[in-house]
Structure formats: structure tokens, C-alpha cells
């Protein structure tokens, strides 16, 4: 599977990662030429339209970091628009249900439903120590059931007593009857296929799902039928409503594209594949992995992340550097602003605390929102590199032309500047204490309460002219998150946050100070 979809691809890209720098039309042309392989390999048109724009899009605004050339880049984004179109990471058969949960299985004759749900009763009696109970209901083949059958001899699975002459609802109730009564976990429902969809098939599929009420209905697919499983999964799921899907024969040598279209198209995860006849042949599915096997270039996407994390780190510690020594210029500000924003503003950062759930929504509730930094991060940006170096060149005409730049007025400029002021005689006095962690977060205290500080302006209401029971809340909640007071008027959004690694924004989008927060000492 996907091997000739992983040459195209890797031809493709190899001709662009070698090269020092890009143009759009070489991106462009890349991308040409990524959409034929797909669609050779038989994804869905329109998989692959939004899937070209997305990387096109991505790679012409991503910045490329040092270290690296514009083609890696290219790949890694690659790369990880395939594992979004994938689908998300090991979703697992759903029994969080009162047994018996029921799971149905559907689809087409011989796209290995019964093998299927043979592999999965064994993978759930021996792996998850669960009591199954298999049915067949498939009726109008008469082998069908004995073949069930069976497979639960082969792999110690009890299988439901066949009863000839029995419709497949009245089977599918017994089945469920005999679950309860035999205290079984999960009973699996093996539905009879057909050799296409048809009406008949579809009413009885309704039938057995209002009888059993399923709690997970699986769509087995064969991975090589490319399109057609695709459109039979939209069909299965108009009609009968499917939870996930199960792709069958993904170790035969088709083209890969159901795998690839499936989760796009209909926005069902793909939960298990098919990888052979045995009976441990099922595999869970595994976005990052799959697409690494496609574009068989995962040195080159973990080369780009080290770059990534490395620039990052980078930053964080001359930013700690210039703190130490007492330089906090404008310009530091502003990227203390913007790595907030990356972390997803105030909102991000708090949701990424463990316990402060509440408080983020009273600030919420105070108005406290994300709209600040983007005003503060006018102001900056209307300054010249040279007053932004040097905040004491700020007197009153420049503000004014800053303030007409940047739609907000000169006291919001005296504001930002009193904030900016406050961090650094914060940092002053807190340089040469060495520790690390406890100095960033008490920056960020600084820039809590400079936040406080910027209250009102553009209907901000200030936090420290907040109702004093609000903010004695808002404080305990803090204390109670191990965040210790703020400086100022936001309580908690900083005030020393304790830990190794400081206030995960100053480390980049990845995350190494939040263990520290929350091993509280
Ligand atoms: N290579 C390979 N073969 C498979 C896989 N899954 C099922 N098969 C084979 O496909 C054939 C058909 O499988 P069945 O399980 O009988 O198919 P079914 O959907 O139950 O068919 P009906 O009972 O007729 O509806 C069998 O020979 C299986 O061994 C797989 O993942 N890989």
C-alpha cells in the first residue's frame, strides 16, 4: 500500500529540498505535481484540492528558520497536512457504555466483515480482558453463520447458538438478550452484506440498529476498491449512520486512496486496518505513522522540528540574558507579546494550567481578552526601531504620531510604557538571583499587572477597580493553582510562577516549564 504514491512523492520533493532557496513557482509547480500523485493514487478531487491549498497556503507564509532549506520546510508541511487529513491519532473501539455494548459491523460481501469482527472479539477477549459474545446475522448466506462460528472456536470467542429460520432483527435482540443474561462486556453484531448497497440491505440495517441500539457501528471497507469504498462510506453513513471505520486489506498493493480520503470525506475516524488474513492481523491506525511511511522522509520532518525547537530555545535564553543584565527594551516586549498570542493569548496560556479553569472564565466575564495584546502590539509596531531600544525618546509629539499610527490614544501609550517600566524594575530587582523559572513568572506577574494596569482602556474595565470579592476569588483560585499572588491587578496570570522552566512562552510553542507549574514545591 501507498508504495507508489511514496516514490512520486519522494521524487517530487527531493528535487525541492536540495535547493538554497524557493520561488513561488517552484512551490507552485511542487505542488502540481503532488496533486497528480494523489490523485493517481486515487484520493478523492476534492481531498485533494483543499489538501494543495492548505500546504500552498502554509508555505508560502511560514517563516523559514535558519538551519534549514525552504524545501525541508516544504516537506514538513507536507508532512503534517497529511497527518491532519488523516485524521486524528488512535481512536479506539468506544465501550464506555453499561454492558453489553453493542458494536454492529457493515459493509459489502467479502470486504472481510466477518474476518473483522472475528479480529476484533479476539484482540478484545485476550488484549482488554473482555467477555464477547459474536453474532452472525447474516441470514441469506447460509455458510455465513458456521463460519462465524467458526472463527470463535479459533479464537476462543463465544459465538451466539445459530437458530435456523430466525430473521436478523429477531437474532440481533437474542443476541443482545443472551449478553446480558451471560454477563458478557461486548456483543458484536456480524450484519449480512450484499454485493452493492440496496434498498433492502439499508432497511435492515435500520431494522437490527433500532433493535440492538448500537453503541459503535463499524464500516468495514476494503482499502484496494479506492473510491468506490469511499462513496459506500458516505452512502453507510447517510443511511445508517456509522461511528468509524474499519480498512480492510491495507497490506495488498492498491493505491492507498480510501485510507487517504476516508477521514476528509467523511469525517469518520478510521479506527482499525486490516493488515492480513490471521486473526492478529488488525492494526490500530496511525496518522503520523501512515504518513511517514508516504513520504518515507521522516529525517528530514525531525530535522525541521529540532530547528523549530532549537530557534526557540535560542530566543528564550538571550531573552533570559538581556533580562539578567537588565535589558528589557520595547522590542523584547513585543516578543514576549506575540509568544503569548502563538500560546494562544491569556486564554491559551491559562487553559494549559491545570486548575484554572474557572478563573479563565472570570476574566472573561471581567473582560479581560486577547484584544489587548493586539492593541499593545500596534502600539509597538508603530515605533521606530530606534524608540522601541530606547523608551525614554517616547516624550509627548512622538506619542502622538504613534498614537495616530496605531488607532489608540497617548494615555495608552503611557499605559504600555508604565507596564514596560514596571517589568523591568521588576526584573532589576530580581537579577542575579539565579533562578530561573521563578524570574520569568515573576515577569509575568509584572506583565499581569501591567495588563491590570492597561484596564480602560477601549472599555477594558481595570481589574484593581474590580469588585474587591471578585479579585479575592480570582486570587484563592490562583493561590489554589500553585500560581502564587500577582504583582498586580491580574491576579495569577503570573506572580513567580514556580518551576524549572518558567512561563512556557518565554520557551517557545512547546512546553517544558508547565511540568514545573504543576509540581508545585
Ligand atoms: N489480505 C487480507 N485479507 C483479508 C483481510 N480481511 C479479510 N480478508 C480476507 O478477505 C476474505 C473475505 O473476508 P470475509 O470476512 O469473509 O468477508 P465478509 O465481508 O464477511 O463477507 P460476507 O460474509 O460474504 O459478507 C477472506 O478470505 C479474508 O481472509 C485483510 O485485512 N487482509
Known amino acids: 500500500m501507498f508504495e507508489s504514491l511514496q516514490d512520486r512523492l519522494g521524487s517530487i520533493l527531493n528535487g525541492l529540498t536540495g535547493r538554497g532557496a524557493l520561488s513561488d513557482k517552484d512551490v507552485s509547480a511542487a505542488l502540481r505535481e503532488v496533486r497528480r500523485a494523489l490523485l493517481e493514487a486515487d484520493v478523492a478531487l476534492e481531498v485533494v484540492r483543499d489538501f494543495t491549498d492548505k500546504v500552498r497556503e502554509k508555505a508560502v507564509g511560514s517563516e523559514v528558520l535558519k538551519s534549514i532549506k525552504p524545501g525541508q520546510m516544504v516537506v514538513k508541511i507536507v508532512h503534517d497536512e497529511l497527518v491532519e487529513m488523516l485524521g486524528s491519532e488512535g481512536v479506539a473501539i468506544d465501550l464506555n457504555a453499561p454492558s453489553p455494548v453493542v458494536v454492529m459491523m457493515v459493509g459489502l460481501q467479502g470486504s472481510g466483515k466477518t474476518t473483522t469482527t472475528g479480529k476484533i472479539a479476539a484482540r478484545l477477549t485476550q488484549r482488554d480482558r473482555r467477555k464477547v459474545l459474536m453474532a452472525s446475522l447474516d441470514t441469506r448466506r447460509p455458510a455465513a453463520q458456521e463460519q462465524l462460528r467458526q472463527i470463535g ?15 436478523p432483527t429477531d437474532i440481533a435482540g437474542r443476541a443482545v438478550q443472551a449478553a446480558k443474561l451471560g454477563g458478557h462486556d461486548v456483543v458484536i453484531l456480524d450484519t449480512a452484506g450484499r454485493t452493492h448497497i440496496d434498498e433492502p440491505l439499508m432497511v435492515e440495517m ?49 493505491r492507498g486512496g480510501a485510507a487517504l480520503s476516508m477521514r476528509a470525506v467523511t469525517g469518520k475516524p478510521i479506527k482499525l486496518i486490516g493488515v492480513g488474513e490471521k486473526m492478529d492481523a488488525l492494526e490500530e491506525f496511525h496518522p503520523k505513522r501512515i504518513a511517514d511511511r508516504i513520504l518515507g522522509m521522516g529525517d528530514i520532518v525531525s530535522l525541521v522540528e529540532k530547528a523549530a525547537e532549537t530557534i526557540d530555545a535560542e530566543k528564550a535564553q538571550a531573552m533570559a540574558e538581556r533580562m539578567k543584565a537588565g535589558k528589557f527594551d520595547l522590542n523584547d516586549l513585543e ?40 492593541r499593545q502590539l500596534a502600539i509597538i ?49 530580581m537579577g542575579g538571583k539565579g533562578k530561573k523559572g521563578g524570574m520569568l513568572g515573576k515577569m509575568m506577574g509584572g506583565l499581569g499587572g501591567g495588563l491590570g494596569g492597561m484596564g480602560g482602556m477601549g472599555g477594558m474595565p481595570d481589574l484593581s477597580s474590580m469588585d474587591p470579592k471578585q479579585l479575592e476569588a480570582l486570587q484563592k483560585q490562583a493561590q489554589a493553582a500553585g500560581l502564587g499572588k500577582g504583582s498586580g491587578g491580574l491576579p495569577g496570570l503570573g506572580g513567580g510562577m514556580p518551576g524549572a522552566g518558567g512561563l512556557p512562552g518565554l520557551g517557545g510553542p512547546r512546553l517544558p516549564g508547565l511540568p514545573g507549574v504543576q509540581k508545585k514545591k
Do not use: C, W, Y
Open 153 to 167: 472456536e479459533q479464537t476462543g470467542v463465544e459465538t451466539l447458538p445459530i437458530i435456523p429460520g430466525q430473521s
Open 206 to 254: 435500520a431494522n437490527i440498529r433500532q433493535k440492538a441500539n448500537p453503541h459503535e457501528i463499524l464500516l468495514v471497507a476494503d482499502a484496494l476498491t479506492g473510491q468506490d469504498a469511499v462513496n459506500l462510506a458516505r452512502n453507510f453513513d447517510d443511511r445508517v449512520g456509522i461511528t468509524g471505520l474499519v480498512l480492510t486489506r491495507m497490506d495488498g498493493d492498491g
Open 335 to 374: 516578543d514576549q507579546l506575540k509568544q503569548m498570542q502563538k500560546l494562544g493569548g491569556v486564554g491559551g496560556i491559562m487553559g494549559m494550567m491545570p486548575g484554572v479553569g474557572k478563573m479563565k472564565d472570570q476574566m472573561a466575564a471581567a473582560g479581560v481578552d486577547d484584544s489587548i495584546f493586539k
Open 381 to 429: 509596531s508603530s515605533m521606530t526601531r530606534r524608540e522601541r531600544a530606547h523608551p525614554e525618546l517616547l516624550k509627548h509629539s512622538r506619542k502622538k504620531r504613534i498614537a495616530a499610527g496605531s488607532g489608540t490614544s497617548a494615555a495608552d501609550i503611557n499605559k504600555l510604557l508604565k507596564m514596560h517600566r514596571q517589568m523591568g524594575d521588576m526584573m532589576k530587582s
